[in-house]
């Protein structure tokens, strides 16, 4: 009798699965530091903010793969690398949901309004960019999006980052977001809101020492 009550479970959660976002938590996002995260990421001995989180009570359009990140990106005014050439090393980061420090998943700059060439344009005469993770592991699985926003200086500058580019960054990066916009047949309508407490004012532990005024831009995108 245990033994088929067993068995009526394992069939039951194995009919659950098919969707792929059936785990999703219905949470906007879990802090990483609950469970020995960070909301900065690792770029050598220092890191950059996560100063821009989609929130996992997105459209699963938004949150399902990076497939759909990207195309949102490209709404917004994003698109993948160059020719997909990448400059510099990749950056990991531990959104404490059991997965520890994981690569970043994609690499996207501003277009400049053209999705094939814009990106060339942006290393050379630099411009926004970001990096995003997934919070997806089992201990946090909000399926958010973690982006560590930035503005750079142009490829002679070695990509750096422009003083104050972290918050300039996302906030360019918001003001483009929100509100309606298409991109692939999908149109996005984005709201914003700032939640403070999550990363620390100041410069101690910021790649480039550049200081940050501690908000992260929470976005909360319907697909339609
Ligand atoms: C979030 O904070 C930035 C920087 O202070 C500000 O420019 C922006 O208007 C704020 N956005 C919202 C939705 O409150």
């Known amino acids: 009798m245990v033994r088929f009550a ?3 479970l394992f069939v039951a959660c194995a009919l659950a ?3 792929s976002l059936s785990e ?3 949470v906007a996002y879990y802090n990483p530091a609950a469970n020995g995260g960070s909301m900065l990421d690792v770029s050598g001995s220092l890191g950059e903010p996560l100063n821009v989180i989609i929130s996992g009570l997105s459209s699963p359009s938004v949150l399902a793969s990076t ?5 949102y990106a490209r709404a917004i005014g ?3 690398e160059c020719f997909g050439i990448h400059i510099g090393t990749p950056q990991t980061a531990n959104l404490g949901d059991g997965q520890g420090q994981v690569n970043q998943l994609i690499e996207l700059r501003q ?3 053209s999705a ?3 990106t060339c344009l942006e290393s050379v005469i630099g411009g926004n960019h970001f990096r995003a993770w997934q919070q997806s592991g089992s201990l946090a699985p909000s399926d958010a999006w973690f982006l560590a926003v930035s503005k750079e200086e142009p490829a002679t500058q070695s990509h750096n980052i422009v003083p104050d580019g972290y918050d300039i960054g996302r906030d360019a990066l918001v003001s483009g977001a929100v509100g309606t916009h298409s991109f692939g047949g999908v149109t996005y309508t984005t709201t914003a809101q700032n939640v403070t407490g999550l990363l620390s004012v100041g410069s101690a532990g910021i790649n480039h020492g550049i200081a940050l005024d501690g908000i992260v831009t929470v976005l909360t995108v319907t697909a339609s």
């Open 6 to 8: 067993a068995l009526s």
């Open 17 to 19: 699965v098919p969707t």
């Open 24 to 26: 999703r938590s219905g």
């Open 67 to 71: 497939n759909a990140l990207i195309n």
């Open 78 to 80: 994003f698109s993948t």
């Open 111 to 113: 277009d400049y309004g």
């Open 116 to 118: 094939s060439l814009g």
